[in-house]
């Protein structure tokens, strides 16, 4: 069903994202050596929300085709998980959320 609801140029974030998401989710599966179990890594701690670290950075240049640079990027355990793009209050809606998805 997923391949005809998302449009082919979208497949790869899509897929990206779903990864993404099993990971922060379910954790990562990781063996030790040969003959051992796997265990697994949790990358957020869901049960104990206080066990993570949360941060907040301005202003983060990423470099790449297109350098962004979002006004706040939201962390968690240092994986960015938000991203947060501040508007005076004479910014239309529409600029402010076309900006975000720049972004």
């Known amino acids: ?19 993404v998401y099993r990971l922060l989710r379910y954790g990562v599966k990781e063996k ?4 051992e ?21 301005e202003e983060v240049t990423v470099a790449g085709e297109n350098t962004k640079r979002p006004d ?3 962390y968690v355990n240092g994986i960015a998980l938000g991203v947060i793009e501040l508007k005076r209050s004479t910014v239309s809606i529409g600029e402010g959320i076309r900006q975000n998805l720049d972004n």
């Open 1 to 19: 069903m997923d391949e005809v609801l998302i449009p082919r140029v979208l497949r790869q974030l899509y897929d990206a994202n779903k990864e």
């Open 32 to 35: 030790s050596g040969a003959g």
């Open 37 to 57: 179990q796997n265990q697994t890594v949790w990358l957020v701690d869901w049960a104990n929300p206080e066990a993570n670290d949360f941060a907040i950075a």
């Open 72 to 74: 706040l990027v939201l």
